[in-house]
T-cell receptor
Framework: GDSVTQMEGPVTLSEEAFLTINCTYT??????LFWYVQYPGEGLQLLLK?????DKGSNKGFEATYRKETTSFHLEKGSVQVSDSAVYFC?????????FGTGTSLTVIP | EAQVTQNPRYLITVTGKKLTVTCSQN?????MSWYRQDPGLGLRQIYY???????DKGDVPEGYKVSRKEKRNFPLILESPSPNQTSLYFC???????????FGQGTRLTVV
């Protein structure tokens, strides 16, 4: 069945460090891919999306490219800030169903 | 403002006492879902609905009921809550197509 695997955390980085959170997926057909962010005490917010192969989603300095050949959608940011501390979820949408990874907790220290 | 509204945000109850968590969306979305979030397990789907009066089980439906009598509302019902249903619950809605889902703020449920 369809599924998403993302790197386990927690991840701790210093401010201005480079961030990568790995995400791979298994799906039949042609899913859309997403990254969601969850700040403490809040619901999930859509961070970025890509709907077809080679698309790059971007928002707030975060980027992810839909790689069909490696079935991956890794999240990257060139310079993290303390305010980026949150839990990040990779997700795919296939046939109107969503599948989520287990989440990666990121803490950025000054 | 487009939003998904859940109530209550926090709830402490006793084993066996029926409860309902409400969910409402103002975006006219066809699809709505309930998830529970537990440490190390991520989000697991409980039930989802494709439209009014059309619902189906997700991955962890045992102990839960839902109904979809109106397009905007999708309440989650626990007829006889048990401590293993202590969790953080999210309601979500999305349109057809390729877009993402919109999530409510969550309901932190504790069953003692």
């Amino acid at each position: 069945g369809d599924s998403v695997t993302q790197m386990e955390g927690p991840v701790t980085l210093s401010e201005e460090a480079f961030l990568t959170i790995n995400c791979t997926y298994t799906a039949t057909g042609y899913p859309s891919l997403f990254w969601y962010v969850q700040y403490p005490g809040e619901g999930l917010q859509l961070l970025l999306k890509a709907t077809k192969a080679d698309d790059k989603g971007s928002n707030k300095g975060f980027e992810a490219t839909y790689r069909k050949e490696t079935t991956s959608f890794h999240l990257e940011k060139g310079s993290v800030q303390v305010s980026d501390s949150a839990v990040y979820f990779c997700a795919l949408r296939a046939f109107n169903q969503f599948y989520f990874g287990t989440g990666t907790s990121l803490t950025v220290i000054p | 403002e487009a939003q998904v509204t859940q109530n209550p945000r926090y709830l402490i109850t006793v084993t066996g006492k029926k409860l309902t968590v409400t969910c409402s969306q103002n975006m006219n979305h066809e699809y709505m879902s309930w998830y529970r979030q537990d440490p190390g397990l991520g989000l697991r789907q409980i039930y989802y609905s494709m439209n009014v009066e059309v619902t189906d089980k997700g991955d962890v439906p045992e102990g839960y009921k839902v109904s979809r009598k109106e397009k905007r509302n999708f309440p989650l019902i626990l007829e006889s809550p048990s401590p293993n249903q202590t969790s953080l619950y999210f309601c979500a809605s999305h349109p057809g197509g390729v877009d993402g889902a919109f999530f409510g703020q969550g309901t932190r449920l504790t069953v003692v």
